[in-house]
Each structure stands twice: as C-alpha cells, then as structure tokens.
C-alpha cells in the first residue's frame, strides 16, 4: 500500500471549517484513501474514504486532486469534540490483505 | 446497532502471567481483527480472521501470542508468559468480509500494563 504523509499537528478554531491535508503521490490506480481518527483514549473510527471522485458524509467531505496524488479532509464546522489524531490511509485489496496500516496522524486541535 | 465490543476494559497483570482477551464483533460481520498500540505509537497489525479461512497470523510478535475465533464471531486474544513490552492497548475490528476494502470498525480497546 501506499505511503502517506501528513502534517504531525494542526490547529483550528471552534466552528470553522479544519483542512487536514495528506499527500499519497505513489498512490496506484486501484487504490483508495481512507479517512479515520482517533479521539483519546478511544478505538480509531471510520470517517471517509474514496478513490477518485469527491465525497461527502454526515462526518466530512473529501477532496481528492485530479492526478490523485493527494488529498484534504474537511470538517466544516469543526466542534471540542472532533479534537483527535486524524489519519489518511492509501488502502488497495493487494497482497498485504485488508489490514489497516496506520501512519503518525496528524494531531488536530479545535481551540474554543 | 451495538458496535465491537472488548474486555475487559483494563487489565493488569504480573510479568509472567497467561491474559486473555476478548472481543465481540459486529453481529453479521465475518471478519475479524486484532491490533494493538503501544504509548505514542501507531496501530500494529497482529492477525485477521475471514470466515472459515485460516487466519492471517503474519502480525504475531511472538510464539507467545495466539487467537482464536469461535463459531465464527467471538474471538479470544491469549498472551503468554507476559512481558513489560506487551503493555499496550489491544484493539479489535470487524467488517462485513464482503470485499477486502470493507470498512473496519474499531471496539475501544483493552489496556493491557504488565508490571
């Protein structure tokens, strides 16, 4: 799978929108960028994942570039509780399986 | 609907004890798996179960880690003779199975110190 890299931390302010960038520029043409985070003291949980096209959910929205070579998570109206380390994950069905391989995340603050 | 379930929550245990870990999956969900998370780490990967499909093991540390799943749903995580480098959280996913990309929901962990 491919390698990702994010920023270590970020902060934003309570009610705006948080941009969390992460670039996958080996990324191959049947692999996906999954979105989890991981609030304190909590399991990781699922947020948003895509392959090509944008995508939006109750949760957040997706923007990937064209070249798929990265892409930004957006919290529209980030809140205290979204607070978390946010990991990208370039995810294809190849020979590592369907585990999760999790990098270093990035840390995001929401500051009142 | 109930989500993945773990316990015991914490546990505490002398070095050189057997633990056992257990995990509740997602009710329908035919795949399984076990990570842990060492202080300030990333998640490892450790096994993963599909159906009736011998287990991918490849993550194991050690001899000293095994798992099993039950009947297809319930799986026990077993830690021998433990060590102070197994303190970590454990964590457990499941997902429907249906593809290798299904989305893995996380239970919240076992927090395992070992003194």
């Known amino acids: 799978d491919a390698k990702t890299t994010q920023p270590t931390s970020m902060d934003c302010a309570e009610g705006r929108a948080a941009n969390l960038p992460c670039n996958h520029s080996t990324i191959s043409g049947n692999e996906y960028v999954y979105w989890y985070r991981q609030i304190h003291s909590q399991g990781p949980q699922y947020i948003i994942h895509g392959l090509k096209n944008n995508e939006t959910n109750e949760m957040a929205s997706l923007i990937i570039t064209e070249d798929r070579k990265s892409s930004t998570l957006i919290l529209p109206h980030a809140t205290l509780r979204d607070t978390a380390v946010y990991y990208c994950?370039?995810?294809?069905?190849?020979?590592?399986?369907?585990?999760?391989?999790f990098g270093e995340g990035t840390q995001l603050t929401v500051n009142p | 609907g109930a989500g993945v379930s773990q316990s015991p929550s914490n546990k505490v245990t002398e070095k050189g004890k057997d633990v056992e870990l257990r995990c509740d999956p997602i009710?329908?969900?035919?795949?399984l798996y076990w990570y842990r998370q060492s202080l300030g780490q990333g998640l490892e990967f450790l096994i993963y179960?599909?159906?009736?499909?011998?287990?991918?093991k490849s993550g194991l540390p050690s001899d000293r880690f095994s798992a099993e799943r039950t009947g297809g749903s319930v799986s026990t995580l077993t830690i021998q003779r433990t060590q102070q480098e197994d303190s970590a959280v454990y964590l457990c996913?499941?997902?429907?199975?249906?593809?290798?990309?299904?989305?893995?929901?996380f239970g919240p962990g076992t927090r395992l110190t070992v003194l």
């Open positions: 179960f599909q159906g009736n499909s011998a287990p991918d």
């Open positions: 009710s329908g969900h035919t795949a």
């Open positions: 994950i370039v995810r294809g069905d190849g020979t590592s399986g369907s585990r999760l391989t």
């Open positions: 996913a499941s997902s429907t199975g249906t593809s290798g990309l299904d989305t893995q929901y």
